[in-house]
């Protein structure tokens, strides 16, 4: 499994990284009043904790549930451990109050955001050094859309496995 604490640092650097690169592209394509920026980041051992720590918190966020984990052992000097990632990029919006076009230029927005995300995690991926040991992404990223989740948000949601050999 890959160390809490590890996880979080890295997941501060992706943000800063993240709205770096927001910060260096030209967003007004989407829409001029649009702040793309992640604002917060939310780290959950599960659902549950994940639904009552988001609540109301404002503007983009990137939530991480704590990755289940499963050990490859072909022998005592050769094993492996697969953390099953989970990610989001989510903003608590009114869906009622928004027009077809304020609600795609919503989703375009949070688009660009995962992209820079998995953009970072792929990067460090391949070279073996997600969250600072030896680990590197050994399955595609499977990215989904999310609508009202985990009381009002949408977004999306991107999952993935590590393969960490860090023991």
Not at 8 to 25: G, Q, S, Y
Not at 97 to 117: G, P, T
Request: with cysteine; charged share 25%; hydrophobic share 40%.
């Amino acid at each position: 499994m890959i160390p809490v604490n590890e996880l979080n640092e890295m997941l501060i650097e992706l943000k800063a990284a993240v709205n770096i690169r927001l910060f260096d592209t030209d967003v007004d394509f989407i829409a001029p009043s649009v702040n793309p920026e992640i604002k917060s980041i939310v780290l959950s051992p599960n659902e549950a904790h994940l639904i009552k720590t988001l609540k109301d918190k404002p503007g983009v966020i990137l939530a991480v549930q704590l990755a289940p984990s499963d050990t490859d052992v072909k022998n005592e000097d050769n094993y492996s451990e697969h953390d099953n990632e989970l990610f989001y990029i989510l903003e608590k919006v009114d869906p009622g109050r928004m027009s077809d076009k304020e609600e795609r230029n919503h989703y375009a927005k949070l688009q660009l955001v995962m992209q820079f995300v998995k953009d970072y995690l792929f990067e460090r991926g391949v070279n073996g050094n997600v969250c600072g040991g030896n680990e590197k992404v050994s399955k595609p990223f499977h990215t989904e859309w999310e609508y009202q989740v985990y009381g009002g948000f949408n977004g999306l949601s991107v999952s993935f496995k590590l393969e960490n050999f860090q023991f």
